[in-house]
């Protein structure tokens, strides 16, 4: 009798745990870039912001919920390479980070990449040529695209800082000459600093490559890039992504100055 109520309890305890356990198996995590204004920032309430926090909210697959979690952009890149982090949001495809994640065929938002200088120093790109005599700066982490990370490494001289804010201050005091950083991002950072010199982006851009979401390889929820996939082209199709941009690209102006600590 003792045993078969033991039985019966350890039948109700499992039931019990089975719902929760198959409930935290639909639950997808995510990172995005804290600091990629209009794409994607951190409130000071130390929740994500910006066009990519409200449209993975349009992209969930049915039955799934989608946790953010919000570290450092390299640390987030880290957890997705071991499979600690299902979902990175707005990142450029390269063959390199193709061996450990899996990218949506469709993009989410297009991210041109520009080259900024003083205004004052009246330079011209007309060629890429003209910044082999000056010396430029990049951000940590960072990739451009149409062929440019390759003629950086090969023909350039430049210096590597953690992050655009440092690249712009040098770029301000004429520590370097240029640097070359995501356009949209560049100008939404500008127009709410007090730097002692105006900064601008030169034209034609670097590239204008789009960005896209990535499942990291080893995440039991890959299967599901595929639903997510098909949504991302649906809201390509209906004008959603652009009026997400748009709508964020307004309201960073506003937004709080903790983005950029």
Known sequence: MKLLRFLLLVGLVAAMLVPALMAQEKVI??????????????NADGTYDGAAAELVTLLTPKGYTLEPVLVPWKR?????????????????????????????????FPNPVAVFVRDDKKLSLISW????????????????????????????????????IENFKMLDAGRIDWFVSGANMGLAWLSISKLAHPIVALTPYISNDSIHLGMSRLSPHLGVLAEIDKKLAQLKADGTLDRLL???????????GTVFP
């Open 129 to 164: 040529d003209v910044l082999k005599p000056l010396t430029g700066g990049v951000s940590l982490g960072d990739t451009f695209g149409n062929g440019f990370d390759a003629y950086l490494k090969q023909n350039l001289s430049y210096s590597v800082a953690p992050s655009m």
């Open 76 to 108: 987030a890149q880290e957890l997705a390479k071991v499979g600690k982090l299902d979902l990175l949001v707005n990142f450029r495809i390269t063959p390199e980070r193709e061996e450990w994640l899996q990218f949506s065929t469709n993009p989410t």
């Open 29 to 42: 995590t995510w990172a995005t870039n804290p600091q990629y204004p209009p794409y994607d920032w951190v």
């Open 246 to 256: 748009q709508k964020y690209q307004k309201r960073f102006t506003s937004a709080p």
